[in-house]
């Protein structure tokens, strides 16, 4: 088994040398977010004797700018934090909620028959009450030092000036323009097409909204001018939000999922996100078995990866909504009983195999086993963006945040400059599954922003985007890191894959070909389409930091290739 001596000296060698890209070290501090300026927005913090909690609010105030077709303003989230001071480890539940108005039914027409997903994603009632303003005001309050004033001017000088249009903004208008609404239409494609890169765009409106922000605290996103006209707006769209779904938002401060792999200990969010309990359930299936003894480039690796990554996502999709409507077997799925059961499921043979879910019910406690309808879920939008932050204290911040797809429902709040989310797509469009629509409910999400932890002290934290595929990237770079002791930048780099429960297997550039096809003759059936639903180039885009807490808290962080973005030290 890796060590964490092991670990670091393999981190030492390699970020001693030009070999990283995208790539930093420090000793004082480091952010690593999808967007340069973002990055260089929570070192500012760092460098003005911020804390990682400072660098945190900055970057997603900056995102809210520079990454507005993937996060901002109307954006819900997760929020891992850990206060080295306290030593203690929260998840902020920032995430979206539907109004108290939504009924099972908002997603069917008027035949019963479910709304294609273009038209409902950008409908009004795809609209969730936003909650990541809360989760930083949160933030703000408990853990941050720095006034809001310093923090959230980056953003705002971003917003008023001439901003360069980047590859990702280009490669998303290009693909999902035909998502924007009226209003967002008049500020990325004011003559008609879609701004490109060499451009420059300037959003007067969004700095005017950071400025009231700045003047009035987070909260004015939910009482005020700022909230009358995202009412209007939703509603002209015909959603059923109503001043008091925002008045009555309020984050929730929970307990991590924790788990435990080789012996680290590992921190993510429990549900309503899934994708915590999804990376716990797949490594612990991986536990019990040598991964590391198969080549790192192998069809042998990549066939194990691809039945516990399927065994997860059934029993994520089948079991997992929201704990305040329903009942929900977390302890059971990660019953030690119940991951030998669904281990002993695994082929050795060269055959792809499809998996239903199973039945944790018999392993939760006072509990019979129960039946369940198998559900295959792939209706969450791809775009999300994740960032995280490391101090000088040891403090460490982790955040995914999202409106869902890209630039959401379309729908730009008019005289305000930023973006809706659809994140109530996420909910299953037919009722009468644990995650069918309902009022004042959150849809199950996959945000996974992720600390791992070594005799109780952070050593290394990432997340990713990218819906369902979030399970998948967070899992593979973790098993990257301790079972094939990688280097950082190589472990996010290294080619991922994702296989759906019909064996439809996407995969990134860089697997080998003789791998491709020893997989093919297993009955993979390789899919990279799902280049025309994301603006990505890889599956996910993790962003990630390690903390040698035995050489002078040296740092290391990386940044995945699809986006512009970047680690940067202090």
Not at 121 to 130: A, D, F, I, L, Q
Not at 219 to 245: C, F, L, N, P, R
Not at 265 to 287: N, R, T, W
Request: charged share 25%; glycine share 10%.
């Amino acid at each position: 088994m890796t060590s964490i001596e092991d670990i670091f000296e393999v981190q030492k060698k390699h970020y001693s040398t030009e070999n990283q890209t995208k790539g930093d070290t420090g000793s004082y501090g480091m952010v690593a977010s999808a967007i340069e300026e973002a990055t260089h927005a929570g070192n500012q913090m760092l460098e003005q004797g911020g804390n990682a909690f400072d660098a945190l609010i900055a970057v997603q105030l900056a995102l809210s700018v520079v990454e507005g077709m993937n996060t901002g303003i109307g954006a819900g989230g997760f929020i891992v934090c850990h206060d080295r001071k306290k030593q203690e480890t929260k998840v902020i539940n920032a995430h979206s909620r539907s109004p108290a108005e939504l009924g099972p039914e908002c997603f069917l027409d008027e035949d019963g028959k479910v709304i294609p997903f273009d038209k409902r994603s950008t409908h009004g009632s795809s609209v969730g009450v936003p909650g990541i303003m809360k989760g930083l005001g949160h933030l703000h309050e408990e853990y941050a030092t720095l006034p809001l004033e310093t923090l959230i001017e980056p953003a705002i000088s971003l917003a008023e000036s001439e901003f360069p249009v980047n590859s990702l903004w280009e490669r998303t208008l290009e693909l999902f323009s035909h998502r924007l609404g009226e209003e967002a239409r008049k500020k990325f494609m004011p003559d008609g097409k879609p701004v490109k890169q060499g451009d420059t765009i300037v959003q007067p409106e969004l700095a005017r909204t950071l400025r009231i922000i700045r003047d009035e605290g987070f909260d004015s996103i939910y009482e005020g001018e700022i909230a009358d006209a995202i009412v209007d707006a939703v509603k002209e769209q015909g959603g059923v939000m109503t001043h008091q779904d925002l008045i009555n938002y309020h984050v929730k401060i929970e307990t991590p999922l924790w788990t435990k792999y080789r012996g680290f200990d590992i921190a993510m969010p429990a549900p309503p996100s899934g994708g915590g309990i999804a990376v716990a359930q797949q490594l612990k299936i991986l536990e019990g078995l040598d991964i590391s003894q198969y080549d790192p480039h192998s069809p042998e690796k990549y066939h194990l990866l691809a039945q516990t990554m399927q065994l997860a996502l059934a029993d994520k999709n089948t079991h997992i909504g929201d704990s305040d409507f329903h009942e929900l077997p977390i302890d059971g799925l990660l019953h030690p009983d119940y991951i030998d059961e669904r281990r002993s499921l695994i082929s050795t043979e060269d055959r792809a195999r499809i998996y239903m879910h199973g039945d944790p019910w018999k392993y939760q406690e006072g509990r019979d086993g129960v039946s369940a309808v198998d559900r295959y879920v792939d209706n969450e939008g791809f775009e999300t963006t994740h960032f995280t932050a490391v101090d000088q204290w040891g403090n460490v911040a982790a955040c995914t945040s999202s409106i869902e797809r890209i630039y959401g429902s379309g729908i730009m709040v008019p005289g305000h400059g930023f973006i809706m989310n659809n994140d109530l797509t996420d909910f299953e469009a037919e009722p009468g599954q644990v995650n069918e629509p309902d009022g004042q409910k959150y849809p199950t999400s996959s945000k996974c922003p992720t600390i791992l932890f070594h005799e109780g002290r952070p050593f290394f934290t990432l997340g990713s985007p990218g819906a369902q595929t979030i399970v998948a990237s967070v899992a593979q770079t973790i098993i990257n890191i301790i079972d094939y002791n990688m280097p950082l930048d190589e472990a996010i780099r290294e080619p991922r894959i994702y296989v759906t429960r019909d064996l439809e297997t996407q995969w990134q550039d860089g697997l080998d070909d003789d791998v491709l096809e020893a997989m093919k003759r297993m009955g993979y059936h390789f899919d990279q389409s799902f280049k025309e639903q994301t603006a990505d180039t890889r599956i996910g885009d993790i962003q990630a930091i390690m903390i040698d807490q035995s050489d002078a808290h040296k740092l290391y962080g990386a940044a995945d290739s699809p986006r512009p973005g970047g680690a940067e030290g202090v």
